[in-house]
């Protein structure tokens, strides 16, 4: 027989395979011999050339907005097919360390392709007209994409129609090129979870610092549009999820009206708050979203709250520039949110302040929130702030929870080809499937505690008793008539808008809880962590027009001047780093990011990460006061980082604050401790609070003193929001004597200091 050699020179064919090897053009295209700077990103490159965006047929897309997009397809420099596949290519470049995109839409070139046939025959159905977005996996489009919340648990299931959102995109002529990334959930399963972590979409990162807290719950939807991966995107917000992501990506965000943009074929948590915004990288461009997608929807009764309240012909109309700003009157509610705030922002915020002033704005200094001692809690984000007060007829919570078990029973309903039902369904499968969805605490870093969220909101079996009504009504007044309202009516005067800063996230969550609308616009970046903040502009029902004008007024001037307070190209700090959950940064202060908040978090041990960096937060009174929920800090020597925690039994540790030279600790007194009096006049008077002083003494030499108001149950001391957690493990040795203030004897006269146990905790 033949050898096979034999056969092939007989046949001729091994001729043609020499002469095909010794010129194959096709073998050399996939060669890439320029690997930089486009496809991968170069050592030693810093800044925004690590990953620099390719041109789209000549036209700089990175940054170009959609005006200019559509001048670019008007003119037929690029069809919108093709500049799908230049997004595309982007996405193909930055996805493996963004993660923003967790599913692709498989038709997106056909529909691209189909508006183009549409802009040929002369029909441009508007400016959206064949421009790609993402929504988060929480909005639902019935096609050959699933929406899941991020969740295996609704892998496979078949929604029965678009959501309304989604489907007004389609008619504005709008590409739904994919799901965005978020927090599974929309971060309502867990108390102590990673923010943009999802069991099916992995962690999502932020291209300004890969390390640390993208924001979210809608992360994806911001780091998509900040990174330039879509123009514009859709999200949801229940307390804090559209501004969250939007001011920590650097980009514009609109979280509407509760009713301006419907609900249906959204996964719900609560039909009190919930709502639909828009991401853009303008203000223009995130106008134009959501003059799509407001209106009245049948499917949503909400909606029909929008009647004769909305401007005909859409808020686009509304955009202008920085001659507007003359005479307007906004409002700064400094007690109430801003002497909080981070004071180094604070002083940068300041620098833009006074740029809108000198621009012809006022700004009136104490427009405060009447009730903002009671509602606001300085130490962050807390949902669940009247129960730590010993109040839950006073708490967000109380109702969300309630409303989260009714509403996902009837969203469920309606799904085809899925086992899951209800709560108890989804609650049963994250047990099952521990391993990935993190069913039980301790098991996937991720979710620290487990699914502890769901179970409370199990636990409420729906029933809308009257702690629930009494909750709605209360976070309702004093958020909104006694709230919002009363500070934008100032002496009579009635303001334009008031002036927050969403980093200090009660700022945001009050507007949550009234339903009113918030714009944010970037406005600087921290240089030490490189993680960016904003300037949010909020006002009262339904008035989005005037949010609008005047937040591109603002824009407009920062744009026009050369401050540095506006949005920038992000510096990809630590793409190379893939801890899971990220590290914490200064606005996330260590406690549970949901619910109750109760918890621990270490975080700081990473160089140049945003928690190395950034300065650990003075105390709201001053240095070296004692309040109710601040330390003194000290020096902090991280040698000592390898030995046990030791606390006393009758005192809980909820969590301890970490940076490379300073800490911070929390201790919470068992049951047996006194409530504080509700602020309230009108509430019962409760028994008044032991003041304690504690000291902590370390093995390593020096104490710290920490000064609280023990509250029993009550006394959690919640954080902002969108808490992570450090991957590792680090244990601080303390023994803790109590006693009450300005007393010589450290000892409780009835407790045991050498009774005491070790407690160690893993992060991640």
């Known amino acids: 027989m033949p050898s096979f050699a034999s056969w092939l020179l007989t046949s001729g064919l091994a001729a043609v395979a020499s002469a095909i090897t010794a010129n194959d053009s096709l073998v050399a295209q996939q060669i890439d011999t320029q690997p930089f700077p486009y496809d991968f990103p170069q050592l030693g490159v810093n800044g925004s050339d690590l990953f620099p965006m390719r041109d789209c047929h000549g036209f700089t897309l990175e940054e170009a907005s959609i005006d200019e997009i559509q001048a670019q397809l008007k003119a037929g420099r690029f069809t919108g097919s093709q500049l799908l596949q230049c997004y595309l290519e982007r996405i193909y470049q930055v996805q493996p360390y963004t993660n923003a995109v967790l599913q692709f839409n498989p038709d997106a070139m056909a529909i ?12 441009v159905r ?96 911001g780091v998509a549009v900040t990174s330039n991966q879509v123009p514009f995107a859709l999200g949801t ?76 012909g859409g808020y686009a109309q509304f955009l202008t520039n920085q001659t ?31 740029l809108i002033e000198a621009a012809g704005a006022t700004i009136i200094n104490g427009t405060e929130l009447p009730h903002y001692k009671e509602i606001v809690d300085p130490s962050g984000w807390n949902w669940d702030y009247g129960t730590t007060r010993g109040y839950p007829n006073q708490s967000e919570y109380s109702y969300v929870k309630v409303d989260f078990y009714n509403n996902i029973r009837d969203y469920l309903a309606e799904l085809n080809n899925t086992n899951m039902r209800s709560l108890e369904d989804l609650v049963q499968y994250n047990l099952d499937n521990a391993g990935s969805e993190g069913g039980v605490p301790g098991v996937n870093p991720a979710f620290a505690s487990g699914q502890d969220g769901f179970l409370a909101s199990l636990a409420t079996k729906g029933e809308m008793n ?64 490189h993680m960016p903040y904003g300037l949010a502009l909020m006002g009262t029902a339904f008035s989005e027009a005037t949010l609008i004008k005047y937040a591109s007024a603002i824009e407009d001037l920062q744009l026009s001047s050369n401050t540095p307070w506006k ?33 621990m978090m270490v975080s700081g041990n990473s160089a140049g990460t ?21 330390v003194e800090t000290c020096p902090f020597r991280p040698a000592c980082q390898d030995t046990p925690l030791r606390v006393r039994p009758d005192f809980i540790l909820k969590y301890i604050w970490i940076r490379p030279s300073r800490m911070a600790v929390y201790l919470r007194q068992r049951p047996q401790a006194v409530r504080v009096p509700s602020r309230r006049p009108a509430m019962p008077s409760r028994a008044h609070p032991v003041p304690l002083a504690v000291n902590l003494v370390t093995r390593c030499g020096f104490a710290v003193k920490l000064c609280a108001n023990f509250r029993g149950l009550a006394l959690v001391i919640p954080s902002p929001r969108n808490t992570m957690y450090s ?29 005491s146990s070790s407690l160690t905790w893993r992060m991640g």
Not at 112 to 123: I, V
Not at 159 to 178: E, N, T
Not at 326 to 354: I, R, T
Request: proline share 7%.
């Open 112 to 123: 691209a392709e189909a508006l183009d046939a549409e802009r040929k025959q002369g029909t």
């Open 126 to 221: 508007g400016p959206l007209h064949g421009i790609p977005f993402l929504v988060k996996d929480n909005i639902a489009s019935k096609d050959k994409m699933e929406t899941t919340a991020g969740s295996w648990a609704l892998v496979g299931s078949v929604v029965p129609r678009d959501s309304h959102v989604v489907h007004r995109l389609r008619q504005a002529g709008a590409v739904l090129l994919g799901k965005a990334t978020l927090s599974e959930w929309a971060d309502m399963r867990s108390n102590d979870y990673s923010e943009g972590y999802s069991g099916r979409g992995g962690q999502c990162r932020n291209p300004y610092n890969f390390t640390v807290n993208p924001g979210g719950s809608s992360s994806g939807s």
């Open 237 to 312: 917000e229940t307390d804090g999820s559209v501004i969250n992501p939007a001011e920590r990506s650097n980009v514009v965000g609109i979280k509407p009206t509760v009713g301006l943009t419907s609900r249906a074929g959204v996964i719900p948590e609560s039909l009190h708050q919930d709502t639909v915004g828009t991401f853009g990288k303008t203000v223009r461009d995130a106008a134009y979203a959501l003059d799509a997608i407001y209106g009245i929807d049948p499917r949503d009764n909400e909606t029909y709250a929008q009647q004769g309240k909305t401007p005909a």
């Open 324 to 354: 507007a700003l003359k005479g307007a009157v906004f409002g700064l509610p400094w007690l109430s949110f801003w002497q909080y705030n981070d004071a180094a922002q604070n002083a940068q915020l300041m620098e833009l302040l006074a």
């Open 466 to 529: 009257e702690t629930y009504w009494q909750a709605l009504e209360y976070c309702h007044r004093t958020s909104r008539e006694e709230g919002i309202d009363a500070a934008l009516h100032y002496q009579g005067r009635n303001l334009t808008a008031l002036l927050v800063p969403p980093d200090f996230a009660p700022s945001i969550e009050i507007a949550a809880q009234a339903g009113y609308p918030v714009v944010t616009l970037p406005a600087g970046i921290n240089k030490d962590s």
């Open 567 to 599: 949005r920038s190209l992000a510096t990809w700090s630590g793409y190379l780093e893939r801890n899971i959950p990220p590290a914490l940064g200064r606005d996330t202060v260590p406690v549970t990011a949901r619910a109750r908040r109760a918890g």
């Open 610 to 630: 945003e928690s190395a960096n950034e300065a650990f937060p003075a105390s709201p009174r001053g240095p070296g006061e004692c309040t109710d929920r601040m």
């Open 727 to 755: 991957p590792n493990t680090l244990d601080v040795p303390f023994e803790v004597n109590l006693a009450p203030a300005g007393s010589s004897n450290h000892r409780p006269p009835s407790r045991n200091v050498s009774d």
